[in-house]
């Protein structure tokens, strides 16, 4: 088996495997009964998935332009992920839509009654006067 | 090469049909953002997957500009997405 040969079964390992954690998110997606495992399926593809594809995909195509290429969706794609699952996550808790009789533990529960009275409504508004 | 791509193509439609169910039925918004994540992730996935196969970087860039921006639309509907207090 030429060099070759063994960095494509590699390779197609790699994009396998990523496919099949794609796969995984899928199910649970369906299969899962609330929103908070539903995120922590959903992190598959979006990291290690997208990582594990993007390393067969590095050694197919093996030039310096295409591999900073994807040096820069991986960035991109693990500093934009956990923003947007902890922004799903928060507006769930906050709004009641999580499952608490699923949770084994709720550290967070404490911590919000310090928010639950508010102090009054500061409208930007109300401190302008009115024109004359 | 071709028996893994075939593959990796049947997988990733399974794994896009799935994410589509949910996004249907999904119970509340937030249900329908997270499947909306995976479906781009997955779309993302598909066209590293292509370009690897026909090793034709083509289209690498679109899937920076994705990586980029799938952000937007998550965090902007959980944002606005909670009920008001009364």
């Known amino acids: ?132 | 090469m071709t028996v893994a791509a075939v593959a990796v193509a049947a997988l990733l439609i399974a794994a896009c049909a799935m994410a589509l169910v949910r996004i249907i039925r999904g119970p509340t918004t937030l249900d329908r953002i997270v499947a909306t994540d995976v479906l781009l992730a997955i779309t993302a996935t598909a066209i590293i997957a292509e370009a690897a196969f026909t090793r034709d970087p083509t289209a690498l860039p679109v899937v920076v500009v994705v990586s980029l921006l799938g952000i937007t639309g998550s965090v902007g509907v959980a944002r606005f997405v909670t009920r008001e207090k009364p």
């Open chain 1, 1 to 132: 088996m030429t060099l070759q040969g063994v960095l494509d079964a590699i390779a197609a390992v790699c994009m396998v495997t990523g496919a099949l954690l794609s796969l995984a998110a899928g199910v649970a997606l369906l299969r899962f009964p609330d929103l908070l495992s539903r995120m922590h399926a959903a992190a598959k593809p979006q990291v290690l998935g997208l990582l594990l594809v993007l390393t067969g995909c590095a050694i197919r195509i093996a030039t310096v332009v295409d591999v900073t290429t994807m040096v820069l969706i991986a960035f991109f794609q693990l500093a934009t992920a956990p923003v947007a699952a902890h922004m799903v996550g928060r507006a769930a808790y906050r709004d009641g839509q999580t499952r608490t009789d699923l949770l084994i533990t709720d550290e967070l529960a404490p911590q919000m009654d310090r928010f639950s009275e508010r102090p009054a409504e500061r409208n930007g508004r109300a401190s302008v006067d009115p024109p004359a």
